[in-house]
């Protein structure tokens, strides 16, 4: 009887999930992170661009669901976030664009909540033994019923194998693709108190679409 349970216990072991492992990890992780803040480099292609369009700046978030993507190269610009608004603001245009946030299951919506990924997405990993470093999934979307995926776009997300800290995000549309790659991450940082928060200048051109 002793054998038999080593045995059994061995196989559970050998026979164990890896997608459910590394999640398993990630939900650790993550579960106690109230806010992040990274380097980005943000490139963009589609059958438009002659050639694909490189950004790049510095992220903060802050949960449930403020975002601050600060683009510094090559043109500066600003976007605020939360569960009702995005804000747009062009300082070298001195313009700022408000709309209703409408996307719940964008790249913001990861990024904010990235110790649900199991509840919210469709999962498989991706096995890429040229690279041992990172540990790599495709996401899509769930409907609000969590039964069938969206058609929104897919998402490619890859983690260090050893922190699990988030590395590279690639969403795939039906027209683009955009990668971004995250370095200098950094859990729970301390903000500046205005962080998340706008203030248009006097004199900026604004365009409210919400009204």
Request: aromatic letters at 10%.
């Given at each position: 009887?002793?054998g038999l349970w080593?045995?059994?216990?061995l196989?559970?072991?050998v026979?164990?999930?890896?997608?459910?492992?590394?999640l398993?990890?990630?939900?650790e992780?993550?579960?106690?992170?109230?806010?992040?803040e990274?380097?980005?480099?943000?490139?963009?292609?589609?059958p438009?661009?002659?050639k694909?369009?490189?950004q790049d700046g510095v992220?903060?978030?802050s949960?449930?669901?403020q975002?601050?993507?600060?683009?510094?190269t090559?043109?500066e610009?600003?976007?605020y976030?939360?569960t009702?608004?995005?804000?747009v603001w062009?300082?070298?245009q001195?313009?700022?664009?408000i709309s209703?946030?409408?996307?719940?299951d964008?790249?913001?919506?990861?990024?904010?909540d990235?110790?649900?990924l199991?509840?919210?997405?469709?999962?498989?990993?991706?096995?890429?033994?040229?690279n041992p470093?990172?540990?790599?999934?495709?996401?899509?979307p769930?409907?609000?019923?969590?039964d069938?995926?969206?058609?929104q776009g897919?998402?490619?997300?890859?983690f260090?194998?050893?922190?699990?800290?988030l590395?590279?995000?690639?969403v795939?549309?039906?027209?683009a693709?955009?990668?971004?790659k995250?370095?200098d991450?950094?859990?729970?940082?301390?903000?500046e108190?205005n962080?998340?928060?706008f203030?248009?200048?006097?004199d900026?051109d604004?365009t409210?679409?919400?009204?």
């Open positions: 009887m002793f080593i045995v059994s216990s196989t559970a072991i026979f164990a999930n890896p997608l459910d492992e590394h398993a990890k990630i939900e992780t993550y579960k106690d992170v109230k806010g992040i990274a380097k980005f480099v943000q490139e963009t292609s589609n438009f661009l002659p694909p369009m490189v992220l903060h978030i949960k449930p669901s975002l601050h993507w600060e683009f510094q090559p043109v610009q600003h976007f976030a939360d009702e608004k995005i804000t062009s300082p070298v001195n313009t700022v664009l209703p946030n409408l996307q719940n964008d790249v913001s919506a990861i990024l904010t990235l110790s649900s199991k509840d919210k997405y469709l999962i498989q990993l991706i096995e890429e033994a040229s470093q990172s540990v790599q999934f495709s996401l899509s769930k409907d609000a019923k969590g069938n995926p969206l058609t897919d998402f490619t997300l890859a260090d194998s050893k922190t699990y800290l590395s590279q995000v690639i795939k549309t039906e027209n693709t955009t990668t971004l995250f370095a991450m950094t859990l729970n940082p301390t903000f108190p962080e998340f928060v203030i248009a200048p006097d900026a604004i409210d679409s919400r009204q």
